[in-house]
T-cell receptor, first 115, second 113 residues
């Protein structure tokens, strides 16, 4: 079974631009969560999608948004990029909504650098 | 306000000995606790989890202990192997999956030969 894939793996953008990251979950998984990892804040939950609906949301500004398609693939968008958005963005998939202690499977991440 | 804390940024252990990684939490609503392992340039990999109704869960060389009254959990790795060298993240989640995982900042475990 193929794992979670994320594209692109690396991205360099300029302040003020917008960016879209893509995530393909494990086949059969309907839940996709996004996390931001920075050296200062660690791994922080952005949002979770299940069956094309956002179910949970972390404490991030509205510049961060996402969507999920009928095939469970998900995209994350960040508008008006700021230097502080430079981070590793991780996508995780699960067969269930939330985890309830069940594991989420993470992709390798997209390294975003904002200059 | 950090709800999940891993106070040791790094830990060095000799191969074959026991590795003990600690994690403290402040949110009493957390019902599930998970440990993830992360190698450089890879996403975190699930290791083991425990529900708040248990105080111990074991899987091979990995055992997680939960002390609810102290809001403390620990991961024991016995015996430690060179391939265990990685960053270990503790994560927690309220019951019902109402929120995503809240992660600690990680402990870098180094297994010395």
């Amino acid at each position: 079974k193929a794992g979670v894939t994320q594209t692109p793996r690396y991205l360099i953008k300029t302040r003020g631009q917008q960016v879209t990251l893509s995530c393909s979950p494990i086949s059969g998984h309907r839940s996709v969560s996004w996390y931001q990892q920075t050296p200062g804040q660690g791994l922080q939950f952005l949002f979770e999608y299940f069956s094309e609906t956002q179910r949970n949301k972390g404490n991030f500004p509205g510049r961060f948004s996402g969507r999920q398609f009928s095939n469970s693939r998900s995209e994350m968008n960040v508008s008006t990029l700021e230097l502080g958005d430079s981070a590793l963005y991780l996508c995780a998939s699960s067969s269930l909504l939330g985890t309830g202690g069940n594991e989420q499977y993470f992709g390798p991440g997209t390294r975003l650098t904002v200059t | 306000d950090q709800q999940v804390k891993q106070n040791s940024p790094s830990l060095s252990v000799q191969e074959g000995r026991i590795s003990i990684l600690n994690c403290d939490y402040t949110n009493s609503m957390f019902d599930y606790f998970l440990w993830y392992k992360k190698y450089p340039a890879e996403g975190p990999t699930f290791l083991i989890s425990i529900s708040s109704i248990k105080d111990k869960n074991e899987d091979g060389r990995f055992t997680v202990f939960l002390n609810k009254s102290a809001k403390h959990l620990s991961l024991h790795i016995v015996p430690s192997q060179p391939g265990d060298s990685a960053v270990y993240f503790c994560a927690a989640q309220p019951g019902g999956g109402a929120d995503g995982l809240t992660f600690g900042k990680g402990t870098h475990l180094i297994i010395q030969p």
